[in-house]
């Protein structure tokens, strides 16, 4: 196991917070490994205040949280779909967190499918709804994007390709 010595500088920060609030620390961690000198400039005098108490709850929930989010991406990721399907259901998930995966289908809002090869077309509901129409403006905004990243590439691609 590698140990590394590490020393951590707690600064009060030099803008007062903007929502008036306590002032808040700009923490400054230093790896002592690649430190050769330190000279100290100047002693500090005053007692440092204490730390502000952690909301325990609070950041249990968000663990929580993160961890079935995590866990949601991670059945997307083992879906044995294509890249094409995995890069929709993420770009969808961003936004909704009501989507998942039913076979190779995207489920929105357990009314909205969309089916192989995932594209505009694709996307059905039982009855035209809101939702419908929301979920082809998310998909025709993905694949707008889709196609400018792919065109930048290409051409960033064509740019350093020696000539």
């Not at 929580?64 to 770009?91: H, M, W, Y």
């Not at 009855?127 to 990243?149: D, F, G, S, T």
């Amino acid at each position: 196991m590698v140990y590394v010595k590490r020393v951590f500088l707690n600064c009060r920060a030099e803008c007062p917070a903007s929502n008036g609030q306590a002032p808040l620390n700009d923490v400054h961690i230093i790896n002592l490994s690649l430190v050769s000198d330190v000279q100290v400039k100047k002693e500090v005098n005053t007692v440092p205040e204490p730390p502000q108490s952690l909301d325990f709850c609070r950041l249990n929930s968000r663990v929580r949280n993160q961890i079935d989010e995590k866990r949601r991406l991670v059945t997307a990721l083992s879906a044995s779909v294509p890249p094409e399907g995995q890069k929709l259901f993420f770009a969808i998930s961003k936004t909704i967190k009501e989507v998942s995966w039913q076979g190779s289908n995207i489920v929105v809002f357990d009314t909205v499918t969309i089916t192989p090869p995932y594209k505009l077309d694709n996307v059905r509901a039982h009855a035209e709804c809101k939702a419908l129409l929301h979920i082809r403006k998310v998909v025709e905004k993905h694949m707008r994007e889709q196609a400018a990243a792919e065109a930048a590439s290409s051409a960033a691609g064509a740019q350093t390709s020696p000539q």
